[in-house]
């Protein structure tokens, strides 16, 4: 093997080793305001963070905040978001619908629009729950009387039957139903 194919071959496996470290440093960031993902390395970093942009998902701090019950310090953030706290600290204050209270926790805060969809939101699961209630108490039992079972069971040798039930429901309505077909055979005899 001569020297220039070996140089060849370094050369080649140094590209590869720089090309994936680059692929390694492509990461997400995010706008505060809006919590748009764009993927950046390079000269794109630079250019988002001088727009602002951040290495945390507004959404996902802001569903921390929530989770808490709607406030939340930083520690319980970092440990729902994965973020760093550091950067989370000096940003915080971008995000969209997140403010420091005055006892520094980090709550959120709701516009008009999202208080309305709420209370929508609730009220359409309140005229739900209520039909799904009228529905499970419409269901008829169709259910025959004790006294037409008694008597079915008297009359029929097989009680548990079609036959019977129908015969038992007409009894129910009628307790008169089949006593006059015996008084007819009594005065055939």
């Known amino acids: 093997m001569d020297n220039q194919y070996i140089l060849k071959i370094i050369l080649e496996e140094l590209e590869k080793i720089l090309f994936e470290k680059k692929k390694e440093n492509k990461h997400a960031m995010y706008d505060p305001k809006t919590g748009k993902k764009e993927m950046a390395d390079g000269e794109r970093h630079k250019e988002l963070a001088k ?14 905040t929530d989770k808490e019950g709607g406030a939340a310090g930083l520690d319980a953030i970092v440990k729902h978001t994965g973020a760093d706290k550091g950067e989370l600290k000096k940003n915080i204050s971008k995000v969209k619908g997140i403010v420091k209270h005055k006892k520094g926790d980090y709550i959120t805060v709701k516009t008009g629009r999202q208080v309305a969809e709420e209370i929508i939101r609730q009220e359409i699961q309140a005229v739900l729950d209520e039909k799904r209630k009228k529905k499970k108490k419409k269901k008829k039992g169709n259910k025959i009387c004790p006294a037409g079972i008694a008597w079915a069971k008297r009359t029929f040798d097989t009680y548990p039957s079609a036959y019977a039930n129908l015969a038992a429901s007409k009894y129910c309505k009628d307790p008169n139903y089949a006593k006059g077909s015996k008084k007819r055979s009594k005065k055939r005899k």
């Open 51 to 64: 727009k602002g942009y951040v290495h945390f998902d507004p959404k996902k701090v802001i569903a921390a």
